[in-house]
Nanobody, 117 residues
Framework: QVQLVESGGGLVQPGGSLRLSCAASASVYSMGWYRQVPGQQRELVGAITSDGSGSASTEGRFNVSRDNAKNIVYLRMDRLKPEDTANYLC????????????????WGNGTLVTVSS
């Protein structure tokens, strides 16, 4: 099993930037980020494979990168808006998929991002 630990969340003003990180305890095929507001479904933000052959992104202001040597995925968020406020959840796939939703999916506990003035 894979352990995931997120960090980097916090309170920022609208228009600001944050970089979230997620460290995996073992090598995985892909890593990425969802975000979730209480009472709502998880929303995919972005993902990347270890070799860079595949990626997924749903927000142009955000960028996903990865340090394969350290098994870390980053989420760079720029020009943040209040509607970006959510719990950001890291995931990793041990199956060969950019986005995995079932078997082979591992989840972190999340890091909270609050965008407010």
């Amino acid at each position: 099993q894979v352990q995931l630990v997120e960090s980097g969340g916090g309170l920022v003003q609208p228009g600001g930037s944050l970089r979230l990180s997620c460290a995996a305890s073992a090598s995985v095929y892909s890593m990425g980020w969802y975000r979730q507001v209480p009472g709502q479904q998880r929303e995919l933000v972005g993902a990347i494979t270890s070799d860079g052959s595949g990626s997924a992104s749903t927000e142009g202001r955000f960028n996903v990168s990865r340090d394969n040597a350290k098994n870390i995925v980053y989420l760079r968020m720029d020009r943040l808006k209040p509607e970006d406020t959510a719990n950001y959840l890291c995931y990793a796939c041990t199956v060969r998929a950019v986005v995995c939703v079932g078997s082979g999916t591992h989840w972190g506990n999340g890091t909270l991002v609050t965008v407010s003035s």
